[in-house]
């Protein structure tokens, strides 16, 4: 990006932010008025969309990059605030198979997910990637539109 380290350490805990902001309002919203399968879908969109738009971005700019890392991570944060509160509404303490299965996802996911970007940047450029993250979470779309709302 071409940015000094300092700026980036700054953009870093910017785009942060949004975990610390929205995860417990985003909970108690799914909770009484819109429910998690419409926030999910929304988070989805709000992360493929800004996700997307990180490929146009060719300026080293702190505060634009700043802006569009933290409009991702409000999607982020939305899809996984509200993926944990579905699947525990649809879970008992008796399904362990299936929590612990759902507790690996996340470790096995920093595993196979530089091992997959490595394959992809042998064929083609670094920004691409912004590309097809955004494409990678908007697959996701689909499936939770097929949700059952548990409101």
Same mark, same amino acid.
């Given at each position: 990006? #071409?940015?000094?380290?300092?700026?980036? =350490?700054?953009?870093?805990? %910017?785009?942060?932010?949004?975990?610390?902001?929205?995860?417990?309002?985003?909970?108690?919203?799914?909770?009484?008025?819109? #429910?998690?399968?419409?926030?999910?879908? &929304? #988070?989805? *969109? %709000?992360?493929?969309?800004? +996700?997307?738009?990180?490929? $146009?971005?060719?300026?080293?700019?702190?505060?634009?990059?700043?802006?569009?890392? $933290?409009?991702?991570? %409000? #999607?982020?944060?939305?899809?996984?605030?509200?993926?944990? *509160?579905?699947?525990?509404?649809?879970?008992?303490?008796?399904?362990?198979?299936?929590? +612990? =299965?759902?507790?690996?996802?996340?470790?096995?996911? %920093?595993? *196979?997910?530089?091992?997959? *970007?490595?394959?992809?940047?042998?064929?083609?450029?670094?920004?691409?990637?912004?590309?097809?993250? &955004?494409?990678?979470? &908007?697959?996701?779309?689909?499936? &939770?539109?097929?949700?059952?709302?548990?409101?």
């Amino acid at each position: 990006m #071409g940015m000094p380290w300092e700026h980036i =350490g700054i953009m870093l805990f %910017i785009m942060l932010v949004p975990y610390l902001l929205i995860e417990i309002p985003s909970g108690l919203l799914a909770d009484k008025k819109l #429910g998690e399968k419409e926030m999910l879908i &929304a #988070g989805l *969109v %709000i992360t493929s969309l800004s +996700t997307a738009a990180l490929f $146009f971005i060719s300026t080293p700019s702190l505060v634009l990059w700043s802006a569009a890392m $933290f409009v991702s991570r %409000i #999607g982020a944060s939305l899809v996984n605030t509200m993926s944990e *509160v579905y699947f525990f509404k649809k879970v008992s303490g008796s399904n362990t198979d299936i929590i +612990t =299965g759902f507790r690996l996802m996340r470790p096995l996911s %920093i595993v *196979v997910a530089p091992l997959f *970007v490595s394959a992809f940047l042998l064929s083609a450029p670094f920004h691409t990637l912004w590309l097809l993250l &955004a494409v990678l979470m &908007a697959t996701a779309i689909p499936a &939770a539109l097929r949700l059952r709302d548990t409101l």
